[in-house]
């Protein structure tokens, strides 16, 4: 059988993919030393760039059009992007080069001796896997890419953490890893039935439907869907799969669970929606599942964070509950549904990334911390800081002025209403209010009276009316400011975000 290659479309991928095999190949062939570790950072730049300028072209493709690549002569292409799959390759580029932001003055003073080019290596091997996940369209492809954006994130996790001596760091890798494990071993084990029920391993909606029509396969298809579900449930960190979420947030560096809560989830979701599609027409009970994963995810995370003080596990929690809001318009499988999800998503990792932004910054500023009591004045002694903060938690509950977050929740609410599913829209508006508690929250604390501190550390100094003031590093004034303006231009024009 004779494939057409089409490289062009798969540059997205292409391009973090070689830069991670030319640090190696870097990192074997020159001296170490500080200057090189600047090479590595520089490259992984530039690759993460390289990847987000080959998505522009598949940005205003027409809906329904895609670049395929690695097509067989029947039309079948084992790769294509269209729009909304470039837009996800696109916020997974660019929230790893947050990621490598805020990690470059770690990374690039590292002692001569140490080996950040593993780190970076594994950034842009895990990063790859996960601009993959989108545009894969069988299943042998998005078990490699799903495993391929695992597999460098657990290492990450464990590797970064034992640098950094960070407490319980080998239970959080532990956690994740066994975690990936299971999700594989019940994707694999659902796509072994897909093939069972279609006699293809292509994820074609034509095949499943046949499938769904004849008799005896249509269980064997439903029994493929859940365990598919369920399998990358556990990536999206939904209710029932969540719990290495907390214990893996807390237990790995700041910087990586950034990765964790943003990059990841872009690969989580991207596989559902994948999915998703390939089962339209032909998932009713599949739907179902989805309806209820959404409302027990938003449900337990929300009530789960009301209750936190350290902003980790917060955050943690938070990502429970808004992975139930990345699985409620999934719950009607429209072409709508997958616009509203993957438009929900880049709210939710803009949102997402700056408040862990912030947490880093305060963090290391001196007496701080990342509890909810450090935060307390932080408006008082740093306000544009503490007001993208507010704009982050704001977009989060779905307030103005954040209104691209308001915008988000009506979009995705949107499908469900329109298929009548009445109950899982009364869970949604409930999970509103309880979402709303929960930011508003740590907004307050932001306004409080607040408790001086002086010490070492980050750079701090007393103003005439006796606040502390701090100065940010660099690359957290980049991070932050970039952030907060995407969202206040995202509340300016939400619309043009679906």
């Known amino acids: 059988m004779t494939l057409t290659l089409n490289l062009s479309a798969v540059w997205p991928v292409l391009a973090p993919a070689l830069g991670a095999l030319l640090v190696l190949v870097l990192d074997v062939g020159l001296p170490r030393s500080r200057r090189v570790h600047q090479v590595h950072l520089g490259l992984a730049a530039a690759a993460l760039l390289g990847g987000g300028a080959a998505t ?51 990374w690039a003073t590292a002692p001569a001796n140490g080996r950040p ?31 391929l954006a695992t597999l460098p994130a657990v290492a990450l996790v464990a590797l970064e953490s034992r640098a950094a001596r960070v407490p319980r760091a080998v239970d959080g890798a532990v956690a994740l890893l066994t975690t990936s494990l299971v999700s594989l071993a019940l994707l694999a084990l659902g796509a072994a039935l897909w093939v069972a029920a279609t006699g293809t391993g292509m994820l074609s909606p034509a095949a499943a439907r046949a499938a769904a029509q004849a008799g005896p396969n249509g269980p064997l298809l439903v029994l493929a869907a859940v365990l598919a579900v369920s399998g990358i449930a556990f990536k999206l960190s939904a209710v029932p ?34 999915l998703v599609e390939a089962l339209s027409g032909a998932a009713g009970f599949t739907l179902l599942v989805l309806g209820l994963l959404a409302a027990l995810s938003m449900t337990v995370g929300n009530v789960m964070a ?19 809001w990345l699985l409620l318009p999934l719950s009607a499988v429209s072409a709508r549904a997958v616009q509203a999800a993957a ?44 007001a993208a903060l507010a704009m982050a938690l704001l977009a989060l509950a779905g307030l103005p002025p954040a209104v691209v977050g308001l915008v988000a929740k009506v979009v995705v609410l949107r499908p469900v209403a329109g ?49 502390t003031a701090y100065r940010l590093s660099w690359p957290h004034r980049v991070v932050i400011s970039v952030l907060a303006s995407l969202l206040v231009l995202g509340s300016i024009a939400p619309v043009g975000i679906w």
């Open 56 to 106: 522009l072209p598949g940005l205003p493709q027409p809906r329904g059009d895609r670049l395929g690549a690695f097509c067989t002569p029947s039309g079948d292409c084992l790769y294509a992007a269209g729009s909304v799959t470039s837009g996800l390759q696109l916020l997974a580029l660019g929230s790893a080069l947050v990621v490598l932001v805020l990690t470059w003055g770690s």
């Open 306 to 324: 009301l209750r936190q003080v350290d902003l980790v596990h917060l955050l943690a929690w938070s990502a429970v509950a808004q992975a139930g």
């Open 241 to 274: 799969f969540h719990a290495w979420t907390p214990l893996t947030y807390s237990a790995a560096p700041l910087p990586v669970t950034v990765y964790l809560a943003g990059v990841s989830k872009v690969a989580a979701l991207a596989a559902l929606v994948v």
């Open 343 to 386: 438009g929900y998503l880049a709210v939710y990792v803009v949102a997402t990334v700056l408040a862990f932004a912030v947490v880093i910054a305060v963090a290391g500023a001196p007496g701080r911390g990342i509890r909810l009591e450090h935060h307390r004045g932080l408006a008082r002694d740093h306000p544009l800081t503490a």
């Open 419 to 467: 298929e009548g599913t009445w109950w899982l829209a009364v869970v949604a508006a409930l999970n509103v209010a309880l979402g709303i508690a929960v930011y508003l929250r740590w907004i307050a604390t932001l306004v409080q009276r607040p408790e001086h501190v002086r010490g070492e550390g980050m750079q701090a100094g007393t103003d005439p009316r006796g606040r």
């Open 117 to 147: 080019a593993v780190q970076v290596f594994l950034l842009l091997a895990a990063t790859a896997g996960v601009v993959a996940v989108p545009a894969a369209r069988d299943l042998g492809s998005l078990l490699v890419a799903l495993e």
